[in-house]
């Protein structure tokens, strides 16, 4: 059957996107440590389809700053990655990589924005990456781009882009562990829905 | 009426009459859109996500520019708005991201598409805006005190702004 919106996924399809996920967060978080020096664990991630209001709820608040950095996928899968960094993981990635803690985003300098979108670039491409390789499709992605900006106002944009077709996003969340801290990662994966269906359609679920 | 503040979600409107507060939080690309009849101290707050309805029977009026619009003249009209003495403020439309290179020069123009869909409805509803804070790469909330028809803009980093 095919999938008209992202909620109709049965519990098998969000299972295979579970596990994708799952392979996809751990080149990601293979990637960061490797560019960190440092042992980095991650936690079975978790697929949600959320409404906007859900969705900022279960990352955040409304108004909290973050730093999000979007790259957009064309060729076989079209559609949007954005991941999300909450000041706590972004502080544990750039003492590591600038030797600095924030207070917060608005004192962001040059040099740890690009920092953080580069971070932010890696953890898409090797998640991606590993997506291709396992569903056999080709993406290409974008040159990302990033912003400091309100929760809020960053998950609308993927709610407008997709807004004429569904209410909802497809949230991937995963733990990084990193010296005993837990920090939350938010990333989320929109293909639109035809590629959806063709994804799923490849590893033999629909 | 009691003091109290209504919270306007994405693609929804509120409104109220006397001592209330009415907010919307972070407009990305979306638009907000205050109406004020202040002879009888009548609010409203519409938070548009998108230009146009597309299929008529989609029921979420207040998602669109145009139906959203629309929709909340004839709800505050029935509750005696006047349009002629209404004072109709927007704020939002901003582009969250710069998309690089080819092909993308389409995307993260929401924004501004949506902003000229609102000016172009107003206008031929024939309903002036009396001010506006638009475009621009960041996220605002906007507020309307409906005792006075205040209206706050607060966005990250800037001193609070009066509409």
Redesign the interface.
């Known amino acids: 059957m095919k999938l008209k919106t992202y909620e109709d996924m049965n519990l098998l399809e969000l299972d295979v996107m579970k596990e994708i996920s799952s392979i996809g967060t751990s080149h990601a978080a293979t990637a960061l440590s490797k560019l960190l020096q440092k042992e980095i664990r991650i936690t079975i991630p978790e697929v949600n389809i959320l409404g906007y209001e859900e969705a900022v709820d279960k990352i955040g608040y409304i108004e909290e700053l973050v730093t999000a950095t979007l790259v957009r996928m064309s060729n076989e899968v079209n559609g949007l990655m954005l991941f999300i960094f909450k000041l706590d993981l972004a502080n544990a990635v750039l003492e590591k990589l600038i030797g600095r803690r924030y207070d917060s985003f608005e004192e962001l300098d040059e040099l740890a924005y690009s920092a953080l979108e580069e971070i932010g670039n890696i953890i898409i491409c090797s998640y991606v990456n590993a997506f291709t390789q396992l569903v056999g499709v080709e993406i290409d992605l974008s040159v990302p781009s990033s912003t400091v900006n309100m929760l809020g106002g960053v998950l609308t944009v993927p709610m407008a882009e997709y807004g004429y077709v569904t209410d909802k996003l497809m949230y991937i969340n995963a733990e990084f562990i990193m010296g005993g801290e837990k920090l939350s990662d938010g990333l989320l994966m929109l293909p639109d829905i035809e590629s959806l269906n063709s994804i799923l359609e490849k590893l033999g679920v629909s | 009426m009691t003091d109290k503040e209504l919270k306007v979600?994405?693609?929804d409107m509120k409104f109220a009459r006397g001592d209330s507060r009415i907010i919307t939080?972070?407009?990305?690309?979306?638009i907000g859109i205050t109406f004020y009849d202040p002879a009888i101290k009548l609010g409203g707050l519409l938070h548009i996500?998108?230009p146009n309805r597309?299929d008529p029977n989609d029921p979420?009026v207040f998602?669109y520019a145009d139906s959203g619009i629309k929709e909340t003249i004839r709800k505050l009209s029935a509750f005696g708005m006047l349009k002629s003495r209404t004072i109709v403020k927007i704020a939002g439309g901003?582009k969250?991201?710069?998309?690089?290179?080819s092909?993308?020069s389409d995307?993260?123009n929401?924004g501004q598409r949506n902003a000229a869909m609102v000016k172009k409805v107003l206008m031929e509803e024939r309903m002036r805006i009396s001010a506006e804070d638009t475009g621009g790469?960041?996220?605002?909330?906007m507020l309307i005190n409906v005792a006075n028809g205040d209206v706050v803009i607060?966005t990250?980093?800037k001193p609070e702004k009066h509409l």
């Open positions: 979600g994405i693609g939080y972070a407009l990305g690309s979306c996500m998108l597309v979420k998602k901003a969250m991201f710069e998309m690089k290179g092909g993308s995307f993260g929401i790469a960041y996220a605002r909330t607060r990250v980093g």
